[in-house]
């Protein structure tokens, strides 16, 4: 397949990395979103009442298949650093689909768990490490555009979707809605990624950022500067990344907030539903946490460009644990979109500075499995919180306990942040450039 890539790229009347973009843009829209909790969200009281699962059971799937997804991320990662994302994506984006369409004939807690577990660590692992890392590994100094655009199209799926799943539910039965779902995303979702869809502009005799604009190579890679080009990036081992302190920090900080976007979003419309909320107005607080992820990924990336990853990382985090404690006080529906609003828009921050920093911080030659272990930090986090709030109600009541101890523990682990600084050349044994599969260097001597 590299050869039709190859001769595409020429064939392409502008730089192939807008193409890549392209098909991680389509898949971050459709394949990422089917399996998500913000689409869940509104399948949980339909099928719950339907068959008499409980909140804690529901939400025991999206946890099972988080681990599931911890224990698959690392060995994901090393495939995306040798073959690239294209294969990833396309295969992660059938098993998807076909498991929506197969979500749409269960009729057992079992079934359910069988289908929706691999499907979302389908989610949770391959898609979105596929997806960055084919952004992140075509560009460098637009970087932070490219992953905003990305990002984007995955807030424009979140907020689409909900409302979409709503619809179809209302017009038809929630089974019709998982068939109609699973079915347009292998439609759009696998072809064109594997075919392609290339692992890194040098594969194809290309320089990222299409080798215009690049500032001068040579100067101080500190803590605060973003690299601008090849010779600028400092590359990483898997070894030497986990010396570092940002790392640990990194890996903290996503275990902190996804416990905080997966345990609120996925429990969002039930709570307001359990509190007289009629389901066709509570799903708006599902579709406004997904839809302000789509400014909030272009507010980041600006600030990204002007501000240093460790005063990002924290910015975010707090806005994160605001939406969540908003939401847990929240009675009517006024004040639960407002929270849900905050939510989503300090999440879309966690995604964007998340995917931006691990590259930048660590470079590209082994960013995927660098990245698979920040994963693996974040869908833990999207395993326990889902399953914490769903025990809590089924105990107490109520949701409010859970979604405050979630913003309070964020908002410390936010502060904490501020220390982790971007490690020298020094930290990675002087390692700059990014080496080819035949072992020669492609950057700078």
Same mark, same amino acid.
């Given at each position: 397949?590299?050869?039709?890539?190859?001769?595409?790229?020429?064939?392409?009347?502008?730089?192939?990395?807008?193409?890549?973009?392209?098909?991680?843009?389509?898949?971050?829209?459709?394949?990422?979103?089917?399996?998500?909790?913000?689409?869940?969200?509104?399948?949980?009281?339909?099928?719950?009442?339907?068959?008499?699962?409980?909140?804690?059971?529901?939400?025991?799937?999206?946890?099972?298949?988080?681990?599931?997804?911890?224990?698959?991320?690392?060995?994901?990662?090393?495939?995306?650093?040798?073959? $690239?994302?294209?294969?990833?994506?396309?295969?992660?984006?059938?098993?998807?689909?076909?498991?929506?369409?197969?979500?749409?004939?269960?009729?057992?807690?079992?079934? /359910?768990?069988?289908?929706?577990?691999?499907?979302?660590?389908?989610?949770?692992?391959?898609?979105?490490?596929?997806?960055?890392?084919?952004?992140?590994?075509?560009?460098?100094?637009?970087?932070?555009?490219?992953?905003?655009?990305?990002?984007?199209? +995955?807030?424009?799926?979140?907020?689409?979707?909900?409302?979409?799943?709503?619809?179809?539910? *209302?017009?038809?039965?929630?089974?019709?809605?998982?068939?109609?779902?699973?079915?347009?995303?292998?439609?759009?979702?696998?072809?064109?990624?594997?075919?392609?869809?290339?692992?890194?502009?040098?594969?194809?005799?290309?320089?990222? =950022?299409?080798?215009?604009?690049?500032?001068?190579?040579?100067?101080?890679?500190?803590?605060?500067?973003?690299?601008?080009?090849?010779?600028?990036?400092?590359?990483?081992?898997?070894?030497?990344?986990?010396?570092?302190?940002? /790392?640990?920090?990194?890996?903290?900080?996503?275990?902190?907030?996804?416990?905080? +976007?997966? *345990?609120?979003?996925?429990?969002?419309?039930?709570?307001?539903? =359990?509190?007289?909320?009629?389901?066709?107005?509570?799903?708006?607080?599902?579709?406004?946490?997904?839809?302000? +992820?789509?400014?909030?990924?272009?507010?980041?990336?600006?600030?990204?460009?002007?501000?240093?990853?460790?005063?990002?990382?924290? @910015?975010?985090?707090?806005?994160?644990?605001?939406?969540?404690?908003?939401? @847990?006080?929240?009675?009517?529906?006024?004040?639960?979109?407002?929270?849900?609003?905050?939510?989503?828009?300090?999440?879309?921050?966690?995604?964007?500075?998340?995917?931006?920093?691990?590259? =930048?911080? /660590?470079?590209?030659?082994?960013?995927?499995?660098?990245?698979?272990?920040?994963?693996?930090? +974040?869908?833990? $986090?999207?395993?326990?919180?889902?399953? @914490?709030? $769903?025990?809590?109600?089924?105990?107490?009541?109520?949701?409010?306990?859970?979604?405050?101890?979630?913003?309070?523990?964020?908002?410390?682990?936010?502060?904490?942040?501020?220390?982790?600084?971007?490690?020298?050349?020094?930290?990675?044994? *002087?390692?700059? $450039?990014?080496?080819?599969?035949?072992?020669?260097?492609?950057?700078?001597?």
């Amino acid at each position: 397949m590299r050869g039709l890539q190859t001769r595409t790229a020429r064939a392409t009347p502008f730089y192939y990395g807008w193409v890549i973009l392209g098909l991680s843009a389509i898949a971050s829209c459709s394949s990422r979103p089917l399996m998500s909790v913000a689409v869940l969200t509104v399948f949980v009281v339909p099928m719950s009442e339907q068959f008499g699962w409980t909140r804690a059971q529901v939400a025991g799937a999206v946890s099972l298949g988080g681990v599931l997804a911890v224990v698959a991320a690392p060995l994901v990662g090393p495939v995306l650093d040798r073959y $690239g994302s294209g294969m990833v994506v396309g295969i992660s984006s059938g098993i998807a689909g076909l498991c929506a369409v197969a979500l749409g004939a269960v009729n057992q807690i079992w079934l /359910f768990y069988l289908v929706y577990v691999p499907g979302r660590a389908t989610f949770a692992s391959p898609l979105e490490l596929g997806t960055s890392v084919a952004v992140s590994n075509w560009f460098i100094r637009r970087r932070p555009f490219a992953l905003a655009l990305n990002h984007v199209s +995955q807030g424009s799926g979140l907020a689409i979707m909900p409302l979409v799943s709503q619809a179809i539910i *209302g017009a038809w039965n929630w089974e019709t809605a998982w068939y109609a779902l699973g079915i347009w995303t292998i439609a759009v979702g696998v072809v064109p990624a594997m075919l392609l869809m290339a692992r890194r502009p040098e594969d194809l005799g290309l320089e990222p =950022d299409g080798g215009a604009g690049n500032t001068p190579a040579g100067r101080r890679t500190g803590s605060g500067r973003r690299p601008q080009n090849v010779a600028d990036e400092i590359n990483f081992t898997q070894r030497q990344a986990i010396r570092t302190r940002a /790392f640990w920090l990194m890996m903290l900080f996503a275990f902190a907030g996804f416990i905080v +976007q997966a *345990g609120v979003s996925l429990h969002q419309v039930p709570h307001f539903v =359990d509190q007289g909320v009629p389901p066709s107005v509570a799903v708006w607080t599902a579709s406004t946490f997904a839809i302000s +992820q789509v400014p909030a990924s272009i507010f980041w990336s600006a600030l990204s460009q002007r501000f240093a990853a460790r005063l990002m990382m924290p @910015a975010s985090g707090l806005v994160v644990a605001a939406g969540a404690i908003t939401t @847990a006080f929240a009675s009517g529906i006024a004040v639960g979109v407002l929270g849900a609003f905050f939510l989503g828009f300090g999440v879309g921050g966690l995604h964007m500075i998340a995917r931006l920093t691990w590259a =930048d911080y /660590f470079g590209r030659l082994h960013l995927g499995v660098i990245r698979s272990w920040g994963l693996a930090a +974040q869908v833990g $986090g999207q395993a326990l919180g889902p399953l @914490a709030a $769903g025990l809590a109600v089924d105990r107490v009541g109520s949701y409010e306990g859970a979604f405050l101890a979630f913003g309070v523990n964020l908002a410390v682990v936010s502060l904490l942040m501020l220390t982790a600084t971007r490690p020298g050349r020094k930290a990675a044994g *002087g390692g700059m $450039g990014i080496e080819s599969d035949a072992g020669g260097s492609t950057g700078s001597p």
